[in-house]
Nanobody, 115 residues
């Protein structure tokens, strides 16, 4: 059974930083493309960043230069380092694991950016 558990969300002031973690189990982690998506109230769920099994990364234009995705295959964990955060980064952040046609989601972690 695939399980993705996000952590690290919370309240941060504009300009601040947070690091999200997603611990995976029930999958051969090293094979999977891992990703972070976010959903703001009343909005669709959008891509934030992905990282392939080979370490190739992709970012939404809105977070380029501020966010960084990384993975630790030994710990079955993917991270999202978020710097210089803005109020528009406020959303629920979801972890995704994808391999061939299989796609699984975590429950999400809430991030608030506010002064």
């Amino acid at each position: 059974q695939v399980q993705l558990v996000e952590s690290g969300g919370g309240l941060v002031q504009p300009g601040g930083s947070l690091r999200l973690s997603c611990a995976a189990s029930g999958i051969i982690f090293s094979l999977y493309t891992m990703g972070w998506y976010r959903q703001a109230p009343g909005q669709q769920r959008d891509l934030v960043a992905t990282i392939t099994s080979g370490g190739n990364t992709r970012y939404a234009d809105s977070v380029k230069g501020r966010f960084s995705i990384s993975r630790d295959n030994a710990k079955n964990t993917v991270y999202l380092q978020m710097n210089d955060m803005k109020p528009e980064d406020t959303a629920i952040y979801y972890c995704n694991a994808r391999w061939t046609s299989q796609s699984d989601w975590g429950q999400g972690t809430q991030v608030f950016v506010s002064s």
